[in-house]
């Protein structure tokens, strides 16, 4: 095996290695509101949050595969955890493709160990100006920013406005999250741990190269030209923003059919023909069903990451009806792994509903994830209905 290959053979095993302190740990997380500082230290010493960027600033460049499989790993531990590695290593994709050299060096130099990415695209308010060398952010509101409490730069979305009210551009902006002030609002019911706090500016001046049109670096058209011959970041970056939110809720599945069979043998049965329900036909259908549920999910998530690893292998950037249909691959696998869960916890009785209880936790973490209006299973197959339909898909940005 090549060392590129044994590196991301490694990177993975490392995340499978962290997953019995996670659960160990899961209790804390969500008592918390945010990951423990032990969970983030292993995460930073096994490079999970540098899996995606640029090596020239300390970061591994690893396939989306090899991103995917790691996140599904950790987030068999804990969703939160889940959650957070995936989103903070995404935004390190986003950052890297989205932004020029001189902003890269601006966030990077003497800084590779330190920094972590945490932002929000839409924004529930955004007052913005054009100034010189510039843009003033008078007042800026954003919920659901994930990681909050452990970021040192953010980037987050800013629309633009012209003097008729049209929507013209939409901006993304980066700066250090020192200059945000962080709401204590995360009181949620499930991926608790995430410190997933509203964040607000408030008079904020963002230069120039801080800010780029993300319309643009959805088509592919990135500022990062000196990144142009690696072939990680030709890679399409909303499937791959989507594809981040949806993984964690593949290690929750899993994690919650490992824990009913591993509780299995010396449960007994009531009203249903025998002694133990391992022992019971319905048992046997259930187990079986929500185990190839979970694999065709798995199946769904890996083929977009593989399908995107293909596209950016040859350095070109993934066409538009490809990326619908990875939102629908994408949505799908979401659908299945809620009746996987269903099944699951419907064979569980009533035990899951006392609070500790782990089976209790992937539901809340996975009714909280799966509401994510990117993830829906229904507005990503309608959109890739109309592609096959030869229409137009209804998502502005995919």
Not at 123 to 134: H, L, M, Y
Not at 263 to 286: C, E, Q, W, Y
Request: hydrophobic letters at 40%; a negative charge.
């Amino acid at each position: 095996m090549n060392k590129v290959l044994q590196k991301e053979v490694d990177i993975v095993e490392k995340a499978r290695s962290l997953v019995s302190g996670l659960r160990e740990r899961a209790n804390e997380t969500e008592k918390i509101r945010q990951i423990p500082e032990a969970s983030m230290q292993e995460f930073k010493d096994a490079g999970l949050f540098k899996m995606l960027r640029p090596k020239r600033y300390g970061g591994q460049e690893v396939s989306m595969r090899t991103y995917s499989e790691v996140i599904v790993e950790i987030s068999r531990g804990c969703g939160s955890s889940g959650w957070i590695v995936a989103l903070c290593a995404i935004r390190e994709l986003m950052v890297a493709q989205s932004f020029s050299e001189k902003t890269h060096k601006e966030i990077f130099d003497g800084k590779e160990d330190s920094v972590l990415f945490a932002g929000v695209y839409e924004p529930r308010q955004c007052i913005a100006k054009k100034v010189d060398g510039g843009y003033l952010i008078e007042e800026g509101f954003w919920m659901f920013c994930s990681g909050s409490l452990h970021a040192t730069w953010g980037y987050f979305g800013m629309p633009i406005i012209d003097d008729e009210g049209n929507l013209v551009d939409q901006i993304l902006m980066t700066l250090p999250f020192d200059e945000l002030e962080i709401m204590d609002d995360w009181h949620v019911l499930g991926l608790k741990g995430t410190g997933s706090n509203s964040v607000k500016m408030h008079n904020t001046f963002i230069p120039d190269h801080r800010c780029t049109s993300f319309v643009e670096a959805l088509d592919g058209n990135f500022e990062s030209t000196h990144l142009r011959d690696i072939p990680l970041y030709h890679t399409a970056l909303f499937p791959s923003l989507i594809l981040s939110l949806g993984l964690p809720a593949l290690g929750l599945v899993k994690y919650a059919l490992e824990f009913f069979r591993e509780t299995l043998p010396n449960r007994r049965a009531v009203h249903m023909g025998v002694d133990f329900i391992k022992d019971a036909a319905s048992t046997h259908a259930t187990l079986a069903s929500a185990s190839l549920k979970i694999d065709t999910a798995q199946m769904h998530f890996y083929r977009v990451a593989d399908e995107l690893d293909r596209w950016a292998s040859e350095k070109k950037y993934m066409d538009r009806h490809e990326r619908v249909k990875t939102l629908a691959d994408i949505g799908y696998a979401n659908e299945v792994l809620k009746e996987a869960l269903d099944l699951i916890l419907e064979a569980s009785g009533s035990g899951y509903v006392y609070d500790g209880h782990p089976l209790q936790r992937i539901y809340r973490d996975f009714s909280t994830l799966h509401s994510h209006r990117s993830l829906s299973p229904i507005i990503t197959k309608e959109n890739y209905g109309r592609v096959l339909a030869g229409l137009e898909s209804n998502a502005v940005r995919y």
